[in-house]
């Protein structure tokens, strides 16, 4: 069973840092593309960022610069390091893969960056 946990999430002020986790279990973790998206009520799901299983890396054009993903595959982890971050970051963000053609999601954490 495929299982994606996130965690990291919290409230901070305008130019802080975060880091998120994202811990994945029931698959083999280093054959698989590896994403963050986040989600704000009343808007789509939006990909912030994506790691291949070569460690490439590609970004919405809102956190270039900011953001920067990073994987584990001994510990089976993906992560998400948020700098100067703006109140336009805040959001629930969500782990993400495809296994078997179906998109899995992790039950997301809460990021909050008042304005």
């Known amino acids: 069973q495929v299982q994606l946990v996130e965690s990291g999430g919290g409230l901070v002020q305008p130019g802080s840092s975060l880091r998120l986790s994202c811990h994945a279990s029931?698959?083999?973790?280093?054959?698989?593309?590896m994403d963050w998206f986040r989600q704000v009520p009343g808007k789509e799901r939006e990909l912030v960022a994506t790691?291949?299983?070569?460690?490439?890396?590609n970004y919405s054009d809102s956190v270039k610069g900011r953001f920067a993903i990073s994987r584990d595959n001994v510990r089976r982890m993906v992560y998400l390091q948020m700098n100067d971050l703006k109140p336009e970051d805040t959001a629930v963000y969500y782990c993400?893969?495809?296994?078997?053609?179906?998109?899995?999601w992790g039950q997301g954490t809460q990021v909050t960056v008042p304005s």
């Open positions: 993400h893969l495809i296994y078997r053609s179906i998109d899995r």
């Open positions: 029931g698959i083999n973790f280093k054959f698989f593309p």
């Open positions: 790691i291949s299983v070569s460690h490439s890396s």
